[in-house]
């Protein structure tokens, strides 16, 4: 078997635009984002985006056309949000802190040190109650009976008993 190699032939000429390479387009660092791209690089929904604007935790200018636009900093301030979320943080805490902040500024890494600080005696009394609840409840599993003298969750040391019998608890409207 006789095998001959044929020479390729170039198609295109060297020098046809489709050839030559394009410039990048300039980054535009500057540019504020769409609510789309905003919900894409940090994660969050459009619709939770909506309710940290209503909320007064997150800013948005209006276009011409009514549309948001965010600037650059406030993925940080998405991020910010979701990691005080994260650890149990109510949004009213969140508000509060980034309300703390000198005028509206995105917290940087001394601001999350500082405002964790604060947060931690919180969050350890947290713990701490979620323990006891822990501990309190495996003597209380099953017992069906909120008015045992021996419930530790619904009546510490029969401190109901002492109003007196039946469900103390319970108002009847007046």
Same mark, same amino acid.
């Given at each position: 078997?006789?095998? #001959?190699? *044929?020479?390729?032939?170039?198609?295109?000429?060297?020098?046809?635009?489709? @050839? %030559?390479?394009? +410039?990048?387009?300039?980054?535009?660092?500057?540019? +504020?984002?769409?609510? !789309? *791209?905003? #919900?894409?690089?940090? !994660?969050?929904?459009? #619709?939770? /985006?909506?309710?940290?604007?209503?909320? !007064?935790?997150?800013?948005?200018?209006?276009?011409?056309?009514?549309?948001? %636009?965010?600037?650059?900093?406030?993925?940080?301030?998405?991020?910010?949000?979701?990691?005080?979320?994260?650890? !149990? /943080?109510?949004?009213?805490?969140?508000?509060?802190? =980034?309300?703390? =902040? +000198?005028?509206?500024?995105?917290?940087?890494?001394?601001?999350?040190?500082? =405002?964790?600080?604060?947060? %931690?005696?919180?969050?350890?009394?947290?713990?701490?109650?979620?323990?006891? =609840?822990? @501990?309190?409840?495996? &003597?209380?599993?099953?017992?069906?009976? /909120?008015?045992?003298? #021996?419930?530790? /969750?619904? @009546? +510490?040391?029969?401190?109901? &008993?002492?109003?007196?019998?039946?469900?103390?608890?319970?108002?009847?409207?007046?």
């Amino acid at each position: 078997m006789d095998v #001959s190699l *044929e020479p390729q032939l170039m198609l295109r000429s060297i020098d046809h635009p489709s @050839n %030559r390479k394009q +410039p990048m387009p300039p980054l535009e660092t500057h540019r +504020p984002l769409t609510i !789309g *791209e905003l #919900s894409e690089r940090s !994660g969050v929904s459009a #619709s939770a /985006l909506h309710f940290y604007e209503r909320n !007064g935790l997150i800013e948005a200018e209006r276009t011409p056309g009514n549309q948001r %636009r965010y600037r650059r900093d406030t993925l940080r301030r998405v991020a910010f949000i979701k990691t005080s979320q994260r650890v !149990g /943080l109510p949004l009213k805490d969140i508000r509060e802190a =980034l309300d703390s =902040l +000198p005028d509206g500024r995105t917290p940087t890494r001394r601001d999350w040190a500082k =405002l964790s600080l604060r947060w %931690r005696k919180e969050l350890d009394e947290r713990i701490a109650a979620l323990q006891h =609840l822990r @501990n309190d409840l495996d &003597g209380c599993i099953g017992c069906g009976c /909120l008015s045992l003298k #021996s419930c530790t /969750l619904q @009546n +510490p040391s029969d401190q109901l &008993g002492a109003s007196g019998a039946g469900a103390q608890r319970w108002t009847l409207p007046e």
